[in-house]
């Protein structure tokens, strides 16, 4: 079975500051693996995936993720926060066994101060 | 609009009344999920549909819950003798191929209020 953790519930920075929000996986198989952002009252807006070749992958509003094969993890980084970033983050893994539906993490609060 | 569109945007149901939630996902897109998110958790996937095929179910937590998307496009969720616990939000989301590698596009979601 498919599933992803997103071991903090809250993440802190201060605006300027490099983010890092985490996720790790456990899959059978090659992981497929998505970042979402959530803001209040919105749906989920796609961020970045990895599905193979380079472990470092840009996606949208400056955001980048590393994938880590040994840690099975894939982190969330942006060099430098935003305080439009503060949002709620899901990490997600595609499915490969049952209709590639998408398995989400519990969501990363990101908070950035001013 | 080029999003997914859900409608209503909000409901509030007395407990034991249906309701009927609406997903109009991007035009010519194959795939169509539905997943549920209670306050403060992620999405929990609910049911899978490849054009008018359901070709899982296997999220949909009682039989109350049924749906459908009869002509490949518009989906519809449907829910049953409504119960408090049925309260969250509900969202749609479409992909245009099916396969791994296709992102899922979000709608708003509906947010499911049970009295």
């Known amino acids: 079975a498919q599933s992803v953790a997103q071991p903090e519930d809250q993440v802190n920075v201060a605006e300027g500051n490099p983010l890092t929000v985490k996720c790790t996986y456990s899959?059978?198989?090659?992981?497929?693996l998505f970042w979402y952002v959530q803001y209040p009252n919105r749906g989920l807006q796609f961020l970045l995936k990895y599905i193979t070749g380079d472990n470092l992958v840009k996606g949208s509003y400056g955001f980048e993720a590393e994938f880590n094969k040994s840690q099975t993890s894939f982190h969330l980084k942006k060099p430098s926060a935003l305080v439009s970033d503060s949002a709620l983050y899901f990490c997600?893994?595609?499915?490969?066994?049952?209709?590639?539906?998408?398995?989400f993490g519990s969501g990363t609060r990101l908070l950035v101060r001013p | 609009g080029a999003g997914v569109s859900q409608s209503p945007r909000y409901k509030v149901a007395k407990r034991g009344q249906d309701v009927a939630l609406r997903c109009d996902p991007i035009?010519?897109?194959?795939?169509l999920f539905w997943y549920q998110q209670a306050l403060g958790q992620g999405p929990e996937f609910l049911t899978y549909f490849q054009n008018e095929a359901q070709l899982d179910k296997s999220g949909l937590p009682s039989d109350r819950f049924f749906a459908e998307r009869p002509e490949g496009s518009v989906s519809t969720l449907k829910i049953q003798r409504t119960q408090q616990e049925d309260s969250a939000v509900y969202l749609c989301a479409s992909s245009l191929l099916e396969g791994a590698n296709s992102p899922l596009h979000f709608g708003n979601g509906t947010r499911l209020t049970v009295t």
């Open positions: 035009s010519g897109h194959v795939s």
């Open positions: 997600a893994v595609r499915d490969m066994d049952s209709s590639y539906k998408l398995i």
């Open positions: 899959v059978s198989g090659n992981p497929y």
